[in-house]
Structures are given as structure tokens and as C-alpha cells.
């Protein structure tokens, strides 16, 4: 059986497990900058920028470091700085009037958190000046097969978003099989998330062209796939969104656009 047939054989499955009389919830083509039915053209390294999510997670970063991730996403024009909810205030604060958005993760990096704790931090996240939110899905009950709680748990972070807050939600792609990916990224459109993303970046493996196209095919066109971890030049974003991302998740964001070696300090 090739991959395109597997994923249509699994699809057909999730379905028939997952209706319980609800439909999908998807947003139309193309409302949100990455969401699908979006074309992407990239002539240049330069062209990059706006479809990157500048990013620095790491617990020991300094306050420095925030101060240059943000005049960086200034300097450059990426899409936004990604940032733990921490450093979403001061984010927010520095970026205020220029254009650039506050990406906060929730639930990061394990994804193993109780789904209200990860609501409570998506609301003050929001409170705080992020427009875009990353959780980590239940990796542990989508391995052990409880789809309710790992939908539940998307849908807990959804209902506390607000309408123009776009939600992405982290498979950890290195942590499962090619069916759970197809499961995963069919919950993720069941629960109303506006894009699946491949890797916290803090887990073995990371984002590969093969994945990005295992979830484009199982999330169809209509919404956001985010390629991040081990995205380093632009010769790995042309690969990702020939594969179909829409948005790609980078520390080296940087070199990147600049047509550097792909190296960070972060």
C-alpha cells in the first residue's frame, strides 16, 4: 500500500470513529496570512520573511535576546516573534504599531498538561498581546489511542481563543507513526484549528518535506501546515513549501532571509 492510499484508508477510519454528529469547522481560503488556499511565491531569500515565525523558546534566553529577536522581526519583516507566554507582554509591548505579530506556545513543550491549565494560559497569553497560538497536543493519549481527551484538549484552547486568533497545533511528528500523523492532523481540523505544525524543536527529529506532505494531504487545502524544527536556510523553506507549508517556525530565521549559513545564536 503506497502513502497515498494509507492516508485514505486511515482518513476513511478517523472519520467513521469521530462523528458524533458534529461537522468539521473550517475557516474560509485564505482569511489568515499561512492558512490554506493561500500561493506562496519565494524568488528570494528576502521573500522568506513573511511567512516566518522568528522564534526563540529557550528557557535560559535573556531578556536581551528578546530585545533582538524583536528588532530583528522589525528589521527583517517576519511575520512574528514566537515566544513563551512568559515574554508575550514585553513582546507585545516592543512590537506595538509595527505590523509585526506575538506567537505564544501553550502546553510546550511536553503537551501533557491538563486541557483547563492550557485554556487558563491561552487566555492570558491573548490578555497579554499574542495574536497567534502554538499548543502541543496530548502526545501520550494520541498514542494510546483516547482521541477524546487529545480533541477535548484541542478544543479547550480553541474556545479560549478569540475569533481573530489563529491556533496551530504541534504534532511532535519525531514521536509518531505516519497513521498517527493522519489521526492527529484529522483531529486538529475536527476540533477547529487553523493549522497543524510539526515540531516543538525540543523532541528527537523535526520538520522533513515527507511530512509536510503527509499533513497538507490529510488537512486538504483549507487550512495551515507550519514546518518548524531543524529549519535552517533557505534552501530547507523552499523544500517545506514546495511540500505544502504555509508557515514556517525558525531560530535561524536571520540567516534564513539573509542567505547565511543558517547558524544561531539563540
Not at 43 to 48: I, L, T, V
Not at 205 to 231: F, H, N, Q, Y
Amino acid at each position: 500500500m503506497d502513502q497515498n492510499e494509507l492516508i485514505d484508508k486511515i482518513t476513511r477510519e478517523v472519520l467513521a470513529k469521530l462523528q458524533r454528529g458534529s461537522e468539521f469547522r473550517s475557516k474560509p481560503a485564505g482569511t489568515n496570512n499561512g492558512v490554506g488556499g493561500q500561493k506562496i511565491t519565494l524568488n528570494s531569500p528576502a521573500d522568506a520573511a513573511s511567512i516566518i515565525d522568528h522564534t526563540l523558546l529557550k528557557p535560559e534566553a535573556t531578556q536581551d535576546q528578546f530585545d533582538k529577536l524583536c528588532a530583528e522581526a522589525i528589521q527583517y519583516r517576519f511575520w512574528s516573534v514566537c515566544v513563551n507566554t512568559n515574554w508575550v507582554a514585553y513582546c507585545a509591548k516592543k512590537l506595538r504599531g509595527t505590523g509585526v505579530k506575538v506567537c505564544s506556545v501553550v502546553g510546550f513543550p511536553l503537551g501533557a498538561m491538563e486541557a483547563r491549565a492550557m485554556a487558563f494560559e491561552t487566555r492570558r497569553a491573548i490578555e497579554d498581546g499574542a495574536g497567534e497560538i502554538d499548543m502541543v497536543l496530548n502526545i501520550g493519549a494520541l498514542k494510546s489511542g483516547d482521541l477524546a481527551t487529545v480533541e477535548e484538549g484541542i478544543r479547550a484552547v480553541r474556545r479560549a481563543t478569540r475569533q481573530n486568533t489563529i491556533l496551530k497545533v504541534i504534532l511532535e511528528t519525531g514521536l509518531l507513526e505516519d497513521s498517527e500523523k493522519v489521526i492527529a492532523c484529522q483531529l486538529c481540523k475536527k476540533a477547529g484549528a487553523d493549522f497543524v505544525k510539526t515540531s516543538t524543536g525540543f523532541a528527537k527529529g523535526g520538520a522533513t518535506p515527507e511530512d509536510i506532505a503527509l499533513m497538507r494531504r490529510s488537512v486538504g487545502p483549507e487550512m495551515g501546515v507550519k514546518a518548524s524544527g531543524g529549519v535552517r536556510t533557505y534552501n530547507d523553506v523552499v523544500a517545506m513549501v514546495k511540500a505544502g507549508a504555509t508557515r514556517v517556525g525558525a531560530s535561524s530565521s536571520v540567516a534564513i532571509v539573509t542567505g547565511g549559513t543558517g547558524s544561531s545564536t539563540y
